[in-house]
């Protein structure tokens, strides 16, 4: 079965509430491994509510999460220095590198902060 990495926006938006983003995610997990980077779950728990603890648990519990290996670190770093031009975060990059070491899609809602050529994009 194929895997796909989610981003961090896209598993906010859920443990939110967004009924689009459940409907989403209820496909990927349909049709695909969904799986996440080690830096998304250190991002979701940095901007996690208090009231998203058992949520936020559940829902991490039901993913794969991929470490952040010396090849991932490595690739993000070379990404961040391919875009200096622009302003993007290196949690960012380490996130499109484990897709991309990974070989599967990235699902997000913030298509801007991947501007990756070969990045593959849900």
């Known amino acids: 079965m194929p895997t796909?990495?989610?981003?961090?926006?896209i598993l906010i938006h859920f443990l939110r509430g967004d009924p689009k983003v459940k409907d989403f995610l209820e496909r990927i997990a349909s049709q695909s491994v969904p799986c996440c980077s080690a830096i998304t779950v250190a991002e979701i728990h940095a901007g996690m509510r208090s009231s998203e603890k058992e949520g936020t648990k559940e829902l991490l519990d039901s993913l794969v999460i991929l470490p952040v290996t010396r090849e991932i670190a490595e690739l993000a770093g070379n990404l961040k220095q391919s875009v200096r031009h622009m302003k993007l975060a290196l949690d960012d990059c380490l996130i499109a590198a484990t897709a991309l070491i990974e070989e599967v899609p990235l699902a997000t809602g913030n298509r801007r902060h991947y501007p990756f050529a070969k990045l593959v994009l849900l």
Do not use: A, L, M, T
């Open 4 to 9: 796909v990495v989610i981003d961090s926006d």
